[in-house]
C-alpha cells in the first residue's frame, strides 16, 4: 500500500465542459461538439498530466432543449477515442457500450480493434441501458432489470472469449514454412447465452495489453456489483463523500473477491468537478459568471436538501444564524451534507449553489491545494484508488489541472512523475487477462 | 445524357495492408505484422491520396472466410475503427467502408458513419449491403432467415440511416454562443418503425461538409439492384468484360431511373486489378514471384480446368505443346477461358498465363503504366464504368507502382482530374447534394 499512487482518469463529452453553460464561456470553441480536434487537444494535455485514461460515457439520445444547451454527449464514443488514439500515445481510451443494445460480437470487434491501433490502451465500460429514450433510438422497448443483467454477463463472456480466440501464440507469421497462423491457437468459441450468441473466432491477434480492459459503472446494486465483481477492472463510481467513497469501494472490492478474484484487481475511481483558479474567490466567481442563471432555479432544490425555506431574496446573503440552527442534511440527497457544511462555512446562497453542491459529483473551487488536498484526503482515507475528473470547462481547465494541481500531487508523493507503463491495463496496475478470467468462468477454458 | 463525367474515377481497394496476392504476405520485403499495423495503412492510403483517388474502400465480411493457415485475412480488423484513424492521417481523399445492414441497428450505423462524416470533413461512404452468409449469422447467434427479408431489412435500415442523417436539420444552425445552440425545430425525432428495426431519433449529429455522408452498393440483381437504385450514389461492380459493363452500368442506371433519379447521379465503378513493372516481361516476373508464394500447384490445376485440360502441363515454363493445345477444351463463353486460351496460344507458358492475371476474380492487367492506362481507357470510353476500384497485388510498391505508373498517363490523356476536385467525397464524384431521404424515392420524406 505504502508505494500506491493515485491513478486519475477524465471524462470527455461534447468538447465544451462539465458546467451547463461552459460552451458560452469566454474563450470556448463553439464548434468543439463536431470539432474532434478540440477532443485531441483535451486528451493530449490529459496526457502531458500523467492521466491514465479518457473516459466517455454514452447517453444515445437528446435530453436537452438543443435550443438552449449543448448535447451534453460525446458525438460518438468509438470514432472519437479512434481519433484520439492517432494524437497520443500513452493515456487509455475507455468508451462506453451498451450491452443492452448491442452485439457481442460487434462490440468485441471494434474494442479489439482498438485496442491494437492504440498499442494496448483500449477500455470497454459495459453498461445495461434503462433509459426509454435510448431504447427507443433502437426501436426497442425497455427490459427488465433482470433480464438486462443477464444479458450484460452472457456479452461480456462472449466479447472476452472472442477477444481469447486468436491465441497469444498463434501468429506464428512463419513465411518459408508458408503458416500464417496456427490454427490450433485460432478455434470458434460456440458460446450460446439465452439472449446473445456468438461462434467466432474473432480474426484480431492480441494487442501489447492482451485485449481490452473492462470498467463498470453507474449506483452499485446488487446486480451491477455481481458484474463489475466479475469482470470489471476499473469502477466509476458517483460518491459525494469520504463516507460514501470507502463504503463503495469496499462493496466493489468484496464483489470481486465473491468472483474469486483479488480485490486488488478492481480499481475504484470517484468523480471529481474542478475549478481551478487563483483563488477559491475567483473561482467561485468564474463558476457564477458561466452558469449562474441557472442559480434561482436551483433554489427549491437546495432549501430541500437543507430542510428549510430559502428565498430569491437571500441569494446575496448567507444563512441567518436561525436557519443554520434549523438547517440538517436531508437523507434523501447524499450531497445534503457537504451543502450544509458549504453553509455553515458562511457563504451566501449564490456562493453555496457556486460551489456546485447540487452538480452531478463533489466540487473543488479554487488555487491547486483545494483541489490536491481533496484528492489527497480522499485517496488516503481509502474512499477512491483515483478520480475521473470533469473540468468546468475544458478550453483552459485541463491545462490548469495539469500545470498546477499535478505538479503539487507530485511533489506530495502522492501522484506518479511518468506513466508506470506503456499500456492501460499496466498504468490501472491491474493483471494480466486474455480471454475469459479462469477464476470467474472456470469452465470457459474448453 | 451529356452529363457524364469527363474524368474517370479511381478507388483504392485497401483490407490486410499487405495485399490482394495470396502470395504477397510472404515476399522477403513483406512485414507479416502489417495486418495489425495502422502506420501500414496509413502509408497506402497517403499514397491513394498522392494519386489523387477519390476514395480509399475497407472490404468487409462479418465471419472469417478461411482458417488463416497459409494466407492472412483478405479484410482488416474493423472498418469503422481503421477508417476513422485515416481520417485523422489523410486531408482529401474519400473514406469508405462496408458496412452490413444485418446485425447493427440503424441508429449505430448512422452514428458510426456520420461521425466519421463529420471528423473527416465530409469524406465518408458507405457501402451498404446485407449479409445472408449462414457463417456471418452465426457470429450473431442468429439462424438464417427467409431470403427475401435479406433486402427488407436492408430496405429498413438505409431508409431510418437517411432519416436520423437528416434530422438535425441544415437549417438548425450553428451554435451561437450569444444566441441558441440549435434551432429546435430543425432537430426533429423520425420516428420510423420497420418490420425489423426502428428508431425514435433525433440523432444529433449536425451536417457535415458533404451533408451526410456517400451510399455505395454492390451491383446486384432484382431486389438488390432496386434497392441501389434507390440509394446508391456509387454501384461496385464486378464485370469481367467490356460488355458486361455496359450491360451492368445500364442496369443500374434504369434501375435509378425507374426509382424516380437522374442516371447520371450513379457513379457505376468495376473491379480492375493490376502488376505494373517497366516491361510486360518485367511485371509478368513480379507476379509470377508472387504466385510461386501462393499455391503454384493449385493454380496450375485452376489453369487446366479453365483451358478444358484433363491433364497437367507438361512443362508449365514453356509453351503449350501442339497436342496440349489441340486437347483443349476451353468453355469460351466464359472470359476467362477465353483470354487464357488466347494467352496459349499465343505461346505463352502456363505460369506466365497466370501471371496475366487470368484467375484473379476481375479483370487484370499484368504490364505497364500504357498497358493498363489503356485498359481503364477502353473500358471508360465504352460506357463500361464511370471508373474503377484498384485491386494492388502487393502493397510493398504496387500502390505506389499505380500512382506513379498509370495516373501520370491518364492525366496525360485527359482522362483523370490533376487534382482532387473539391474537398468533399461528393465533390470528388461530382455527386449532387444530399441530405436526409431523397424525396424522388420515399415520397414526401417523411
Known amino acids: 500500500m505504502t508505494d500506491t499512487k493515485m491513478i486519475l482518469g477524465m471524462a470527455m463529452n461534447d468538447g465544451y465542459g462539465a458546467l451547463a453553460s461552459s460552451w458560452r464561456a469566454p474563450g470556448v470553441h463553439a464548434d468543439n461538439y463536431t470539432d474532434i480536434a478540440a477532443n485531441i487537444r483535451f486528451a493530449q494535455a490529459a496526457e502531458r498530466g500523467g492521466f491514465s485514461f479518457l473516459f466517455i460515457p454514452d447517453f444515445p439520445a437528446v435530453r436537452a432543449d438543443v435550443g438552449r444547451q449543448t448535447i451534453r454527449n460525446i458525438l460518438e464514443p468509438m470514432t472519437s477515442l479512434t481519433a484520439i488514439s492517432q494524437a497520443t500515445s500513452r493515456i487509455g481510451l475507455v468508451a462506453t457500450g451498451s450491452t443492452t443494445f448491442q452485439e457481442p460480437f460487434n462490440h468485441a470487434r471494434q474494442f479489439k480493434a482498438l485496442d491494437v491501433l492504440s498499442h494496448g490502451r483500449a477500455g470497454w465500460n459495459a453498461v445495461t441501458t434503462s433509459d426509454p429514450a435510448v431504447a427507443a433510438n433502437y426501436g426497442r422497448t425497455v427490459a427488465s432489470r433482470a433480464e438486462r443483467y443477464e444479458r450484460a454477463h452472457e456479452s461480456v463472456q462472449i466479447v472476452q472469449a472472442l477477444w481469447g480466440s486468436w491465441a497469444a501464440d498463434a501468429w506464428v507469421k512463419d513465411k518459408e514454412s508458408g503458416q500464417f497462423v496456427d490454427p490450433a491457437g485460432l478455434q470458434p468459441v460456440n458460446l450460446q447465452g439465452r439472449y446473445v450468441a456468438a461462434r467466432g473466432p474473432l480474426a484480431i491477434p492480441p494487442s501489447e495489453q492482451g485485449q481490452p480492459v473492462i470498467f463498470s459503472s453507474g449506483g452499485p446494486s446488487p446486480h451491477l456489483l455481481a458484474l463489475a465483481g466479475r469482470y470489471a477492472s476499473g469502477f466509476i463510481g458517483e460518491v459525494w463523500t469520504i463516507e460514501q467513497g470507502r463504503a463503495q469501494r469496499e462493496m466493489v472490492r468484496r464483489a470481486a473477491q465473491d468472483a474469486g478474484r483479488d480485490p486488488d484487481d478492481i480499481k475504484y475511481f470517484a468523480g471529481l468537478m474542478t475549478t481551478v483558479a487563483p483563488s477559491v474567490r475567483e473561482g467561485l466567481d468564474r463558476r457564477i459568471a458561466i452558469a449562474g442563471e441557472s442559480f434561482p432555479a436551483q433554489l427549491p432544490h437546495l432549501s430541500a436538501m437543507l430542510g428549510i425555506a430559502l428565498g430569491h431574496d437571500q441569494l446575496d446573503r448567507p444563512l441567518s444564524p436561525s436557519q443554520l440552527a434549523e438547517a440538517h442534511a436531508s437523507p434523501m440527497d447524499p450531497r445534503s451534507e457537504p451543502a450544509l457544511e458549504v453553509a455553515r462555512r458562511g457563504w451566501t446562497i449564490r456562493e453555496i449553489l457556486a460551489h456546485g453542491v447540487i452538480d452531478y459529483h463533489p466540487v473543488t473551487v479554487g488555487p491547486a491545494e483545494v483541489h490536491a488536498d481533496h484528492l489527497q484526503r480522499w485517496f488516503e482515507a481509502g474512499a477512491a484508488d483515483g478520480f475521473w475528473l470533469n473540468p468546468d470547462v475544458f478550453e483552459d481547465g485541463v491545462d490548469a489541472f495539469v500545470d498546477q494541481v499535478v505538479p503539487l500531487l507530485q511533489q506530495r508523493g502522492v501522484y506518479p512523475t511518468d506513466y508506470p507503463g506503456r499500456t492501460l491495463r499496466q498504468n490501472l496496475g491491474v493483471p494480466e487477462q486474455y480471454g475469459l478470467d479462469p477464476r470467474v468462468v472456470p469452465a470457459a477454458n474448453a | ?446
Do not use: C
Open chain 2, 1 to 446: 445524357m451529356g452529363m457524364r463525367n469527363q474524368h474517370l474515377a479511381l478507388a483504392l481497394v485497401m483490407g490486410n495492408n499487405i495485399g490482394s496476392h495470396h502470395g504477397a504476405w510472404r515476399m522477403p520485403h513483406t512485414d507479416v505484422g502489417s495486418f495489425t499495423d495502422l502506420d501500414a495503412a496509413v502509408r497506402q492510403a497517403r499514397t491513394a491520396e498522392r494519386g489523387g483517388f477519390q476514395f480509399v474502400f475497407m472490404p468487409d465480411r462479418l465471419f472469417m472466410q478461411a482458417d488463416l493457415a497459409a494466407a492472412p485475412p483478405v479484410f482488416g480488423m474493423d472498418p469503422i475503427v481503421t477508417l476513422s484513424a485515416l481520417a485523422q492521417a489523410t486531408e482529401r481523399i474519400g473514406l469508405v467502408g462496408t458496412m452490413s445492414t444485418t446485425f447493427t441497428e440503424p441508429y449505430v450505423l448512422a452514428r458510426h458513419l456520420k461521425a466519421l462524416d463529420l471528423y473527416s470533413h465530409g469524406r465518408a461512404g458507405w457501402n451498404a449491403v446485407p449479409s445472408y452468409e449462414p457463417d456471418a449469422f452465426a457470429n450473431f447467434g442468429r439462424p438464417l432467415p427467409a431470403r427475401e427479408e435479406k433486402y427488407e431489412r436492408l430496405h429498413e435500415v438505409v431508409h431510418i440511416v437517411q432519416a436520423l442523417w437528416g434530422s438535425w436539420g441544415q437549417g438548425a444552425g450553428r451554435p451561437d454562443k450569444s444566441g441558441a445552440f440549435a434551432d429546435p425545430a430543425q432537430v426533429r425525432p423520425v420516428d420510423l418503425q420497420g418490420r425489423h428495426v426502428a428508431a425514435r431519433g433525433p440523432l444529433p449529429v449536425p451536417p457535415s461538409e458533404q451533408g451526410q455522408p456517400v451510399i455505395v452498393m454492390p451491383a446486384s440483381s432484382g431486389y438488390g439492384l432496386q434497392a441501389a437504385g434507390m440509394y446508391a450514389d456509387v454501384v461496385i461492380g464486378m464485370p469481367m468484360t467490356i460488355e458486361e459493363g455496359r450491360a451492368q452500368r445500364d442496369v443500374v442506371r434504369r434501375a435509378t431511373e425507374a426509382a424516380g433519379r437522374d442516371p447520371d447521379e450513379v457513379t457505376f465503378l468495376a473491379f480492375t486489378g493490376f502488376s505494373l513493372g517497366d516491361s510486360q516481361r518485367e511485371a509478368l516476373d513480379r507476379h509470377r514471384a508472387l504466385d510461386d508464394r501462393a499455391d503454384p500447384e493449385q493454380a496450375m490445376a485452376r489453369l487446366g480446368a479453365l483451358l478444358g485440360l484433363r491433364h497437367g502441363f507438361a512443362h508449365p515454363d514453356e509453351a503449350l505443346s501442339p497436342a496440349e493445345l489441340a486437347s483443349a477444351r476451353p468453355r469460351l463463353a466464359y472470359a476467362r477461358s477465353q483470354q487464357a486460351f488466347d494467352l496459349a496460344r499465343a505461346g505463352w507458358s502456363p505460369r506466365d498465363i497466370v501471371a496475366h492475371g487470368v484467375l484473379e476474380p476481375y479483370p487484370f492487367v499484368t504490364g505497364t503504366g500504357e498497358q493498363a492506362a489503356d485498359h481503364l481507357q477502353a473500358w471508360f470510353r465504352a460506357g463500361a464504368a464511370d471508373g474503377f476500384m484498384v485491386g494492388v497485388d502487393d502493397f510493398h510498391d504496387g500502390i505506389d507502382d499505380v500512382v506513379d505508373r498509370i495516373v501520370p498517363i491518364l492525366r496525360a490523356r485527359g482522362l483523370f482530374p490533376e487534382d482532387h476536385v473539391g474537398t468533399t467525397l461528393r465533390d470528388h464524384l461530382g455527386l449532387p447534394p444530399r441530405y436526409g431521404l431523397d424525396p424522388r424515392v420515399t415520397g414526401n420524406g417523411a
